[in-house]
């Protein structure tokens, strides 16, 4: 059992448990491989984000950025807007999320209580009405700050001094390191420590493949990758669509006893796949993999029951991850 | 058996609608170029003139990052499943709001000091 402070001190230093069951089976005298999940739904607010929202804000604090008062301007309907609602409320900073009107209702309800105010933008004008609205809020506010997580070295710098450190500390065996693509700080942070430490470890990336009406917004010229991505740190990088991602996730409940949101099941997909390949060429592993949140705030979208089809069909167009 | 390949909307002008088009080659390099020769135009949307994948376009090999397979030289067989996207991160309306925002702040900044740098020598006048 351990003792902290304040709730801020109890990020991280989350366990790391094995998955015995869903580990591949290798033929006898072959070695063993083996799966771990890093369960980060143990940070405060149930997220991983937890580590980057508080890196985050002590790099602003120590760069002179963010002052007792001051107000956080972050555009997000996820995790990050409820880890920096808790980082704000505890450290005395005022949080506005901007997100669009048709997230659902558990996000908006979560939000409200840790504290955030909400400006919403309209859903009829898709992802061009959201940046119309960014904009003019940015106008209206110069001071408001906005930590910026896509850019902002201090996520990264999170996973380096505290996520890939604990995953060696639990696990100096490990050979692969599997994550969740998103503003791609796990991947970098700590797939920049463990490649440091640890020779010939492959750090393998799965990012969610959406439905069609996420993808049919967008223009291929007007496409963004995020500017903490350094291709050069992974080694393998997969595109799991949503219906391996919810077959893995209900996989994880009733072979493990794991209750994980759909972004953990896209994450073990890839896992898998490694750890398959691993078997077929007779090569040990220890395949980590991030459990970045629990499945409670994705029961609404009803995904967790019914058919597979009937799954994929409830999570056509969101952003499940 | 040839390899299946799977077109964004955006792009499906290109292939008369068609969410799914068949071609052949050995290389990523070569299914493009056969590809282009049905679908005049596709090729050039997803290659640059320097002959490199454009920086916004995914392209997946059995579901794999084609980057880190070799990129347009990627190693085909018949019956692999070929799936192009256009590249976006986790949480799209939130980073394409903080990106505006971000561009926004920047912009918003030197025009600032640009202004400030144009003003003094007025205000001494």
Known sequence: MARYDSLLDACGGTPLVGLPRLSPTVPDGAPPVRLWAKLEDRNPTGSIKDRAALFMVRAAEAAGRLRPGDTILEPTSGNTGISLAMVAKLRGYRLVCVMPENVSTERVQLLRMYGAEIIFSPAAGGSNQAVATAKQIATEHPDWVMLFQYGNEANARAHYETTGPELLHDLPTITHFVAGLGTTGTLMGTGRYLREKVEGIQIVAAEPRYGELVYGLRNIDEGYVPELYDATVLSRRFSVGTRDAVLRTRQLVEVEGLFVGFSTGAVLHAALAVAHEAVRDGRRADVAFVVSDGGWKYLSTGAYGGTLAEAEEALEGQLWA | ?125
């Open chain 2, 1 to 125: 058996m040839a390899i299946e390949v799977r077109i964004p909307t955006i792009l499906r002008s290109y292939t008369g609608g068609a969410k799914v088009v068949e071609g052949s080659g050995d290389t990523l390099n070569d299914l493009l170029t056969d590809l282009d020769s049905r679908h005049g135009g596709l090729r050039a949307r997803l290659v640059t003139e320097a002959g490199a994948l454009h920086r916004f376009v995914n392209v997946y090999v059995n579901d794999e990052d084609v980057r880190f397979l070799g990129a347009l030289d990627a190693k085909l067989s018949d019956g692999d499943s070929v799936t192009i996207l256009p590249a976006v991160a986790g949480g799209a309306l939130g980073f394409a709001a903080a990106a505006a925002i971000s561009r926004h702040s920047a912009a918003a900044g030197a025009i600032a000091q640009h202004n400030a740098g144009r003003r003094s020598p007025a205000t001494a006048g």
